[in-house]
């Protein structure tokens, strides 16, 4: 992607002091990204680029700005690139998202929209595009390329294939084909991936790559098969053999997945950095808000011993690079003026914000003013279920049987998503399968929430973690089909109701009653508050999660997400039945 | 531009080991230019491509592969790729000029044709490119953005503009617009330059550029601009401000400007070389024989204080990002397998060379025919000149006067092409100007050799070198118009019809007879044949320029040839006259 600018022409005049540039930062320690220096400069910046660096007359020329900030002596580093990111994991929308990161120096995402992309397909992708637009950030969107996860074993709002790969590509913004999940597919060379990345090619867009534990020879074949970033490195020789073989290595600290400390164990000896880079892949609001955005994860690898401007190269020019995007990601003339004023190259704390030469932040505060603007898609309801009874929350025995052998996915760890398959013996009452009193155990219902599919699967599950009431959810990844954790049908029914009514969300049910709701109106998937608001909503949630029993997580909300995901081992549900992952193919919920 | 498999689906086989690769090159010494790292390894070769790089079971799976070749501890270093060179300036052509270089570990470089598009236009370009197909070394092309260098002040054979861009872009191993010379046309943001750079990017090709001695705020706009290399930095300060300005620094050791020691005093401290590169420009065919190719200029980098490694990476990978070329540059899964086997990496000798997985080079031979074909431009005589008599080479003086100032170019150093303007007054003998007997004076004659144009321009010039007899040359950059040095107008005619009975070349005269004649039938540029003969050839040449007084200078043969260059202060000849370079104007040559 070429960054250019509006009038050329006069960004020549502008450099060569013909024309007064519209702003000069003076007086800082310009950090040099390009070649790791840090020496004092002033930045000259026009209509958004930077025109000029003077290096040597420092005092001289002040006049040919039409404004004029001291640096006071602070750093000035290039604005911060996130390599790859979900907005949809931060519940926010992408305006309200920029509103939160760009405080924190983020001037510039990669975006997969992903998860709306499986509730509204190309029209969900649209709608990142078009709110995003005119953002006091750069919003940049790869075109998902696994809707759904795992084609022939769950439903989601839509399919994607070349077409829409197609149908996106030529936008301004669409740089990419967002991380290409299905690695099997790739070095299998299976039709579906191999058309979906040549007509990526074809456009000019690079291909951003998901590989996680892939080694050896089919780490080898995924890279033939053309993705050459990845983001899912969790241990130390993996990062290295990844790096190692030409991929971009991209460390992410998310609200879930800390990686970046074994990411460095494992690279921190080589010699260059040139395809390393930081992402945030998933962070919450309350995270964002709390701990930072893409500033934290740069930061957490300095603490781990990463040179300073080592890593702020990494986060900046070396994440435009990886992504082909030029202009982009250092301070030099032709380049993008994003740039950060701070005074703590460790911390990282931005103490202003500029956004393609105007100051965006300070602070901590937005200096600018980001509109609130509607979207019919943010009020379009996307939960379609039809009339749902207490009846269609049991699970129904085979007639004239006491008792049954049922499939089911256990979690050994209450704290990760991993689970194995098991077989138990359970009691039928009124021709359905009982839990026979035993708190571990939890029905789970997948209800299909999408036009024309009403499909609804019942199952059972060990170990979940909630030990009374029930549980729901439209956020259930990657489909994002209506997820249900209960006990009592009674209860499922209520928390059913709960969502439909608000469009899609989080529910928690004890007792016959709810205790709150996360209301996420927007694809079942975000809300429409700000940060702020939304974190209190998000913590009352949060609250009660853990009423139901999972107290002890981290982030309990994350537990029942998910559930329904068919591309984590080893069983796992979607809204057609009991998944065997690994060899994608159904279990029957009840022996015969 | 992206390098491709022919067959990514069996590409993906090799590389997961389901069918035999082409090539193992096994026990190996891999040098890492991403990671910095040298480790043992294997590699893996499938149908040019690199399918697998093993490093643990370095005894295991030798099976997998239908022909093995051991590299017995030897490096195994990515194959070198110049990022910038005009084949014709080894007057070999495009077959002849691989014949020379691949030995050299040379498997990739960035060409501008510059030369002979000023003589045969977008034919002469498409000769470089149809010539170059199917050689076991990939020859790119950068498209000639300066053609003519001057418009209005010289004729050469064709121009250049947009159009041209257009026409030529589309085809595959045309990636880039050669080194933007008019650095002024770009500052100041003239149409046609602007519309040249648009036209490039619109076709996704990389913006070369070339600004000597540019400096603050020109560097500046010449950056904003568009075009971001260089290869012409000359001192130290220069070369680091290009770096620091994001510039990429390519380092050139030509036959003619050895720059590569000073750009490493003015960069050596900095962190990070991601922008630095190698090139060699300029390098005749016994320099490319007896020294070497761009191997020779990174060893020259590396003993003066390069780190090796550093060093290769930046004549390899950084090379091919510069230029924007995708799976270059690297020994990793999916990056084309040109390689060299080593065992010195400071002397960088090649033992073996392999172009896209095939063995093409072993101890300094070729092991590959590369077939001679012939084109029809090769035989195509481009030197078009009227007949001609000895009155055509007196310099006429106005009626009546018998004296006359003269304003002439005088090179103050021998050995460089900076000439001043200087006026001085000579007697005038039979209606033609005199030159009194004064040695160092001589007479010189620019002639339009292209058809339709019959300019003839007559001049003096002082410190020339030559002392007697008549030296003359159709390689006269860069309008390659026919330009002769000369006391002697009947000598000068002497010269003048031997090029032209032979198409072209250079040849030298004295006391009535020719001493030698080097044929250059190709466009006058270039000779047919192969760099051994060529160069005996070329030796004979300098042997006869010596006899007419350059006995001092390195390479006489390259003093005639920028005497028509009208970029080089403070004075040049064209067809068109005299020309003020800075003020681009015509001067008088005689006063009125």
Redesign the interface.
Known sequence: M?L??RD??S???A???EIPSDLLIKNVKLV??????IYPANVYIYEG?I???E??NLAADLEAAKEVIDGKGQYLIPGFIDSHVHIESSMMTPRNFAKAVIPKGTTTIITDPHEIANVWGVEGVEYMYDSSEDLPMRQLIDIPSCVPAVPGLENAGATFSAKEVDQLAPKERIIGLAEVMDYVG????EERM?EMIETA?KH?LYLQGHAPFLK??????Y????P?TCHESRDSEEALAK????MHVDARNSSIARNVKEIWEG?KD???F??FGFCTDDREADDILNIGHINDVVRYGIERGMDP??AI?SAT?NSA?EAGIEKLG?I????VADLILLDDLRKLVPNQVFFAGKLVAKDDQLTVEIKAESYPLETKNSVHIKELSVEDFKLKAPAGKDKVVVNMMKYPNPEQSYTEWVKEELPVIDGCVSLNGDKDLKFVAVVNRYEGNDNLAIGVVRGFGTNCGALASTISHDSHNLTIVYEDPAEALIAAQELLHCHGGMSAVKEGKVLHTLELPLAGLMSLLGAEELSLESAKMKEANRALGLEHLANPLLRIVTLALPVIPTVKMSDMGLINVPKKEFIPIIEA
Do not use: W
């Open positions: 070429q250019k600018p050329k022409k960004l020549l005049k450099a060569l002091g040099n990204v390009i070649t790791g220096e680029f025109a000029h660096v290096v040597e790739v070095i299998n060379g191999m090619e000019g050896g020879r089919e780490l080898s074949a890279l033939c098969g053309g050459n790096l190692r073989n030409g690279v080589v010699t260059f040139d395809n401007v080592a190269k020019f690079r250092a030099a003339p032709g380049y």
